[in-house]
């Protein structure tokens, strides 16, 4: 695993924008996985400047994104599609088709699950993705469990993700208790893997997913056994990392 280690969440961002660019530039037609969430909003902001600077062309590029809740339209404002559009996907030159987040109104959820891993294993695959960390060591909607999920599938929501996310709704009665989410196979299949975390309060978890044993119950720590994985993470976040 390859460790930038940033002085503050800007440069982490920059730093990961550099990354996910630079994929672009050297295959136009990538496709990348993306995240939602709070960490990754610097890095779209950065990724739209390097395209508003003619740094990068994403018109060839596919996104993927690692999960949806159920039940949320697209236009729902904590939809993780509205996420994608108003921080990323409505600011760059990318084509509206060539950009998928698993379908959370969908009729029939278990289908759906199958038609979204159909999809990027139609497009031969992730080459580069994206993911923040969860304070539980989740990735995507892979909360801590007695196994490895392998494919796409449907989660309930464990009590701390739903605490976790609950500050984004009216109350926590109105988050979503279900949701799609890439399995840990999906995201093991990924080319690379591009994790970014900020903040003393990722210290822990960052620390037990990537110097601890590898366990479910961290899914985050499966990710040391990815072949190409860098993490990008300010000082705050890796101060549980040997200096
Ligand atoms: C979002 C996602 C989640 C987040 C994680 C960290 O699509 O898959 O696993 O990456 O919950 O969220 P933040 O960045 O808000 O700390």
Known sequence: MKIIRTASYEEMSGRAAGILTAQVALKPNSVLGLATGSTPIGTYKQMIA??????????????????????LEPTHDQSYRWFMQQNLLNHINILPQNTHVPQGTAANLDEECARYEALIAGYGGIDMQLLGIGHNGHIGFNEPDDCF????????????????NKRFFES????????????????????????IASGAEKADILSRAFCGPVTPQ??????????????????????????
């Open 50 to 71: 390097a395209q508003k600077a003619g740094l990068v062309d994403f018109s060839a590029a596919v996104t993927v994104n690692l999960d949806e809740y159920a039940g």
């Open 149 to 164: 999920a392998p494919i796409t599938h449907k989660v309930s929501l464990t009590q701390s993700t739903i605490n976790a």
């Open 172 to 195: 926590a009665d109105d988050v979503p208790r279900q949701a799609l989410t890439m399995g840990i196979g999906t995201i093991m299949a990924a080319k690379k893997v591009l994790i």
């Open 218 to 243: 961290v899914p985050a720590s499966i990710l040391q056994f990815h072949p190409d994985v860098t993490l990008v993470a300010d000082a705050d976040a890796l101060a549980g990392f040997p200096q």
